[in-house]
């Protein structure tokens, strides 16, 4: 299968994710440059780490206008695998992709340290080799990874299953103090309604290999190879139900 | 800003430029020079630009050594072959005036300069280290300062993606309105594809790249070339703010550009901007250069061509090309949205020639500009107060009733606890290549596609300087290697940043030659040659000169990473081991420091040769995999170490039963300079309890002293003395104590 | 590029065209933790400025721009919030336009 | 600490004690760049908004603060700015106030 990495200028975790992809997890991969105005042949889309555009204004905000960006849209709402992390992540909810915004740190600074995180849906293409209530250890690096969302969109989230991540003690337990973040309701990461789009703050591409001291994050991308591989170019049939956005 | 009509000795004194260097331009250029060109000899000439104090003194450092491929001062920074075709290209710069006066910008600018150094010449940056020195916490400037200073250096490294994996941070009165911001960056290239900062083949185009020129930042090099003085208004003008989005575009952009083939040469606009890159440039390629003021991208309106050649404004480069690949450079640059424009080309005549729409503005000898500076061999004389500091007697000192508090104390101070404060704030995974992360006594790195990974540390201690510049520099150097053998590697260059007062004052020139003489024969021994650096004079507060502050920031190699090192204890039962002798030496100690309130005594000497075996043994039991764990002695001394150990970064800690009664030297040694000394080559160990025979063998074959100190045990660390309990204290404790110091740059 | 560039220019000559300086006040929406304005909070109560009922923090952005009219200016100003200035889900905001240029 | 909390209690049910509702305005110095508002400005750009002279970017602090009258107010608000809010190095700032309560 294969997988496009997305750069942004400002991008930095790019090479790491191709990097993990190709040597790691040991599927194609390509870079795919903002200017594209076509994203074609690609199995699931990763939306990488980093500072597109500096983080100026406001966290993917001015990303969300390259011209990829719509061709990226389209390529989800026709049920394609799109990943956002981090900073990828920001710019998904910037575009509509998902829903919720991003906000700074409760504590207002930059905060790089491992956190652990609990599956919370297993019936997703990037969490499908995952148990529910299996605790990851992955690294966070963000300063704007404070999750919000209204009421309603919350309501919503849950009713549609789309919490994918929260942040939790080692032991898989809720506590303000194992939320680093200040997120709301733990979030750490959630899907869109029809599950093919995944935004999270944790790196899973620092944490694919034991040198790193953890693997647990391969597993994102192992779910999503042994989804496509079980029902290959899933992702880019074109009678996928079309994901009706909460915008 | 206007040009004034004349040139008068009260211009050219405002200028930084002596009477005699004066008289030494117009002797060259056989003429006065105007007003632009005094603008660009005042900041060539400047001490910043031009080491007139240093120069004589750093030759003193060895540079050359079998993995150097290109030596310090050659190039922007020095360059250290690794093989597999590698080679790191590091350097250490400080930007100290800056961010005492405005510290998130002045961090964050500091860290936009030093990489632009190192990609600049085609290298990847893969690591920064900061080394950051304070006043104390307890002034709300300070923390102020910390804060802002953590906070531009996160800012600006994180958005670039380049790991910040490791530094040091200390607070002293004597950094009190004068903070120390040193930066590190290191990079990797391949050999074949290293770019020069020269200027070679006439005709060939020169290419003004990245932001506009503004105003900011004017005359920065001479701002940093004089003290910080009360009256900082004045020097408003020249703080400026990072791009560090726009740095990441221009680091791209340089690094796919090396693909073209089209660079000749490149350089950063840093200090003293355009005047300094385009006469570098042309003086190291033997070469001449001509740009035309009236193409360069500006900020604002009516700027004088002085302003122009003198801004340093931020995130700029100069590219030199290949005439004919103008085309592919511009692809390059188009594709990265970044503003390129031909200004100029480079010349067969070596005069670096300026022109504007009206014409000449500037013609100088560019060589003159970077190697006429006069050199200055400056007075220096062994200052007063070592006299009255050096002798005190340890009897004098009252012996503490109560060694836990000693140390929950010791392991709270800033400079001791754990930096987590710090280091989280900083981004120092992305690139996936951290192994060993900020917390342990090195950062270790792997490089992608081979097998090996570079160890990293930035050391150097301002308190033994100021007590003992030679043997502070010895210690430096010592301890910063040390830091990287503990990890597992191999020590094999060094980068410096040398942080002084004023050097025209005697005393203060004679800590410098003492501290680099120090630091140059460490190096000699250690076999860790000098790539480059950086000197920071002038760092003066109202009450005088900084402790004299080198920095040297280590380079160890691991040629195969199948091992590595961490300083925690593993395993219940593991034997606690210390290569290195014990002596009474607690001159110069943080526990005099912070207990008694002491700045004095002898400091700790350190027997180079000694210092060697140590770290060879304790390399080569890593290797063997016979230890668990390696820590070196520092600052707050065997105890302080011993608690390091116990508490893991990650979770659990272990505990650690020591029992003090080896042998009769030791038994001379009063209690407290024992626990808290901070004699050097030490290096504490751990280990299961068959390899001790091993351990203790291949010590002896290397005339080490090994002593078995104890075991790990419990959750207490616990020290006795002939069966009387010294030390016992709770992990739980000191973890808080340890943990907490920092927390008060919470502000 | 230069075709662009000329474009441009020939927009600016055009005779109607109006110079007009625009201010935008963004916050957070009512009920939205503001962590930056709290903090500020407790550093200027701290430095014994105890009065205060609230600090809320936000960003400022000053524009200045070409258009035909007051209306136009306007009408443009509301459409660069809408799209990428401000972000609904959690910002609210307000402006001030006035005829003239920015020093 | 009690007593601090009593003294301010007693300040604030002083009679004559009103409310005031400031807003200040902070952007960066001239002169000094401004990479948030260049690459704002250029982002509109390329969504068409061609006509823009310049884009800065500043902070918008909403304060709600008791004084004894507006002179005392203004007071108050400029020592804070000078204090804190504002970083004299490289922003600039005006304010703006009026009485009545925050919403
Ligand atoms: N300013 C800093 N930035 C990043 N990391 C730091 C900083 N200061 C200290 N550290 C990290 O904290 C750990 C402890 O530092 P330090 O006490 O200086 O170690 P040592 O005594 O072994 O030199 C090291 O891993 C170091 O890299
Ligand atoms: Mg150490």
């Given amino acids: ?91 998904l909810l910037e575009s509509n992709l998902l829903p919720g915004a991003m906000m700074k740190n409760r504590s207002l600074r930059f905060i790089c340290k491992f956190a652990n995180i609990r599956v919370e849906n297993n019936l997703t293409p990037f969490t499908s080799l995952c148990q529910i ?30 919490i994918i991540f929260r942040y939790c003690s080692e032991d898989g337990e809720l506590s303000q103090e194992s939320n680093p973040n200040g997120s709301k309701d733990f979030i750490a990461g959630i899907s869109n309604r029809s599950g093919n789009v995944l935004g999270l703050m944790p790196h899973p591409e620092r944490a694919s290999e034991s040198i790193l001291s953890s693997e647990d994050g391969r597993v994102v991308f192992e779910s999503v190879v042994s989804t496509v591989k079980r029902s290959p170019r899933r992702s880019l049939r074109n009678d996928c139900p079309p994901s009706e956005e909460i915008s | ?197 020269r200027a070679t083949g006439a005709r060939n185009p020169v290419f003004y790249v990245g932001a506009d020129t503004g105003r900011d930042g004017l005359g920065g090099a001479s701002f940093a070339s004089r003290e910080l003085t009360e009256e900082l208004d004045k020097d408003r003008p020249a703080v400026q703010i990072g791009d560090p989005f726009k740095e990441k575009l221009l680091l791209e952009a340089c690094l796919e550009l090396l693909n073209t083939g089209a660079v000749v040469g490149m350089q950063d606009m840093g200090a003293a901007g355009l005047t300094c890159s385009t006469s570098e440039t042309a003086s190291r390629g033997h070469s001449g250069m001509r740009v035309d003021l009236s193409l360069v991208p500006r900020r604002e309106e009516g700027m004088i061509p002085y302003e122009v050649m003198l801004s340093e404004s931020q995130e700029r ?178 980068t410096n940043c040398l942080n002084f007062g004023n050097p025209t004052k005697p005393h203060v020139f004679w800590q410098f030659r003492r501290c680099v003489e120090g630091m140059a024969d460490a190096c000699r021994i250690l076999n860790t040659p000098v790539t480059g650096g950086n000197v920071s004079f002038y760092n003066e507060n109202p009450k005088g000169a900084i402790d004299p502050t080198p920095v040297v920031g280590m380079l160890g190699l691991v040629e195969k990473m199948s091992f590595s090192c961490t300083p925690w204890f593993k395993r219940e039962g593991d034997l606690i081991v210390l290569l290195g002798e014990c002596t009474e030496e607690i001159g110069g100690s943080e526990y005099l420091g912070l207990i008694h309130g002491l700045k004095m005594g002898p400091i700790p000497r350190v027997d180079l040769e000694k210092e060697r075996a140590v770290q060879n043994t304790c390399l080569e039991l890593i290797r063997a995999r016979l230890v668990s764990s390696s820590h070196d002695c520092s600052e707050g001394g065997l105890a302080v170490a011993l608690a390091e150990c116990c508490m893991s970064d990650s979770g659990m800690g272990s505990g650690a039963v020591v029992e003090l009664e080896a042998s009769p030297e030791i038994l001379k ?27 203790e063998r291949l010590a002896r074959q290397n005339k080490v002293a090994c002593w078995r100190l104890g075991v790990v045990r419990g959750n207490r660390l616990t020290v006795r003395r002939i069966k009387r309990r010294v030390l016992d204290v709770s992990l739980e404790e000191l973890e808080e104590n340890w943990g907490k110091g920092l927390s008060g740059g919470d502000d | 590029m230069t075709q662009r560039t000329r474009r441009r220019r020939d927009e600016r000559t055009h005779d109607t065209e109006r110079l007009f300086r625009a201010k935008v006040y963004i916050s957070l ?11 500020i909070k407790e550093a200027l109560e701290s430095l014994g400025y105890g009065n205060l009922t609230r600090v809320r923090f936000g960003k400022y952005i000053e524009l200045g721009l070409r258009a035909k009219g007051r209306g136009a200016a306007e009408e443009k100003l509301k459409e660069m919030c809408g799209k990428l200035l401000v972000n609904p889900v959690i910002e609210k905001y307000s402006y001030h336009i006035e005829e003239g240029s920015v020093r």
């Fill in chain 1, 1 to 91: 299968m294969r997988f496009g990495v997305v750069v942004f200028p400002g991008s930095n975790c790019d090479d790491d994710c191709y990097d993990v992809v190709r040597d790691v997890v040991g599927e194609e991969v390509d870079f795919i440059w903002h200017k594209e105005r076509r994203v074609e042949g690609f199995d699931c889309l990763i939306l990488p780490g980093g500072f597109s555009y500096g983080d100026y204004l406001r966290t993917g905000a001015i990303a969300r206008f390259s011209p990829v960006m719509k061709a990226i849209g389209s390529f989800a709402r026709r049920g394609g695998l799109v990943i956002g992390i981090c900073n990828g992540f920001q710019i």
């Fill in chain 1, 133 to 162: 209530g299996q605790v990851l250890r992955i690294p966070i690096a963000h300063i704007d990874g404070r999750y919000y969302a209204d009421d309603e969109i919350m309501r919503g989230l849950k009713e549609n299953n789309q």
């Fill in chain 2, 1 to 197: 800003m206007k040009e004034p009509g004349k040139i008068t000795p009260d211009l050219v004194k405002a200028h930084g430029l002596t009477e005699e260097e004066y008289e030494k331009i117009k002797d060259t250029l056989g003429r006065e020079p105007n007003f632009t060109e005094l603008g660009i000899f005042s900041v060539m000439w400047s001490e910043h630009c031009s080491y007139k104090s240093s120069k004589p003194l750093l030759r003193l450092f060895p540079t050359s050594g079998k993995n150097i491929l290109i030596k310090a001062g050659e190039e922007n920074a020095g360059v250290v072959d690794i093989g597999d075709g590698l080679c790191v290209v590091m350097k250490m710069e400080s930007h100290n005036h800056p961010s005492a006066v405005e510290p998130f910008q002045g961090a964050s600018t500091g860290v936009g300069g030093i990489l632009r150094d190192i990609f600049t010449m085609g290298a990847r940056p893969i690591a920064l280290l900061d080394s950051l020195r304070f006043g104390p916490l307890d002034n709300g400037r300070n923390r102020y300062l910390l804060s802002s200073v953590v906070g531009g250096i996160a800012a600006y490294g994180n958005c670039m993606g380049i790991p910040t994996v490791g530094g040091e941070i200390c607070f002293d009165e004597t950094y009190e309105g004068n903070p120390l911001v040193n930066v590190m960056c290191v990079g990797v290239a391949r050999r074949n594809s290293l770019v020069r900062a």
């Fill in chain 2, 317 to 494: 480069m100069l590219v030199i090309v290949t005439r004919g690949k103008e085309r592919e450079a511009r692809r390059v640059f188009d594709k990265w949205d970044l503003h390129a424009v031909p200004i100029g080309e480079v010349t067969g005549d070596e005069y670096l020639t300026v022109l504007d729409d009206a014409g000449g503005v500037a013609q100088v000898p560019a060589r003159f500009l970077t190697e006429g500076a006069p050199v200055y061999t400056r007075e220096e004389r062994k200052p007063e107060y070592l006299r009255k500091i050096k002798d005190v007697s340890i009897s004098t000192i009252p012996e503490p009733q109560d060694y836990d508090g000693v140390l929950k104390v010791l392991v709270a101070s800033p400079s001791i606890c754990s930096k987590r404060w710090v280091y989280e704030q900083y981004d120092h995974m992305v690139r996936t290549d951290t192994v060993l992360r900020p917390g342990a006594d090195a950062a270790l790195i792997r490089i992608k596609g081979t097998q090996k990974a570079i160890a990293l540390s930035c050391d150097g201690n301002g308190r033994y300087c100021f007590l003992d510049p030679y043997e502070g520099g010895k210690i430096a150097v010592a301890e910063a290697a040390r830091n990287v053998v503990c990890v597992g590697a191999e020590p094999i260059a060094i």
């Fill in chain 2, 669 to 695: 040694i009063r209690m407290d300079a024992l626990l808290f000394g901070e004699t050097q080559s030490r290096i504490l160990v751990s280990c299961r309890p068959r390899n001790l025979p091993r351990i």
């Fill in chain 3, 29 to 39: 929406k009512k009920g939205l933790v503001d962590p930056q304005g709290s903090t």
